[in-house]
Antibody, heavy 117, light 107 residues
């Protein structure tokens, strides 16, 4: 079955850029929406943005100026880059597959990212 | 941007009772584009319902969804111990997706 796995640093310094990758295994990244979602400690879910396998994207307006989501179909991966980090970006970051329109039917386990000097 | 408002914030119930969770959208939404998730502590969210009322694979039939326009509801007919968790609604009717703030169902 399809599985998603996030990878990237657990600790990043303020003002730096966060780079995360989501590897899709057990299926092809072609078709579907591929999404990043985050959850600050003790808080709710925040949609970050998606990329369609063709490369088209949509971003959360509050993050758009700092955000890039890309896809590498040859590696079955998609990635997030978020720049100019502050403590407010500290969160668990999830990747997810959008299906049935864009309901998130498969999630990664999540990776905790802490922004601190 | 479509804002989703969930109520109540917390629902205190006992096992065996019925839970009714509300999700209100700031503008009318096609029923095809509304989903519900369950999140247990320390776990990733799990898709329960999509297209307002279709249960995802493996979801027991005590979970049901309904609604249209701006008002949507998730109902758990008889709460099992494993159902005490946080529930989120999610819309994908616009290019900017959004989640509700969550409803915690506690014992």
């Amino acid at each position: 079955q399809v599985q998603l796995q996030e990878s990237g640093p657990g600790l990043v310094k303020p003002s730096e850029t966060l780079s995360l990758t989501c590897t899709v295994s057990g299926g092809s990244i072609s078709s579907y929406f591929w999404t990043w979602i985050r959850q600050p400690p003790g808080k709710g879910l925040e949609w970050i943005g998606y990329i369609y396998y063709t490369g088209s994207t949509s971003y959360n307006p509050s993050l758009k100026s700092r955000l890039t989501i890309s896809v590498d179909t040859s590696k079955n991966q998609f990635s997030l880059k978020l720049s100019s980090l502050t403590a407010a970006d500290t969160a668990v970051y999830y990747c997810a597959r959008g299906n049935y329109g864009d309901a998130f039917d498969i999630w990664g386990q999540g990776t905790m990212v802490t922004v601190s000097s | 941007e479509i804002v989703l408002t969930q109520s109540p914030g917390t629902l205190s119930l006992s096992p065996g009772e019925r839970a009714t969770l509300s999700c209100r959208a700031s503008q009318s939404l096609s029923s095809s584009f509304l989903a519900w998730y369950q999140q247990r502590p320390g776990q990733a969210p799990r898709l329960l319902i999509y297209a307002t009322s279709t249960r995802a694979t493996g979801i027991p039939d005590r979970f049901s969804g309904s609604g249209s326009g701006t008002d949507f509801t998730l109902t758990i007919s008889r709460l099992e111990p494993e159902d005490f968790a946080v529930y989120y609604c999610h819309q994908f009717g616009s290019s900017v997706r959004t989640f509700g703030q969550g409803t915690k169902v506690e014992i």
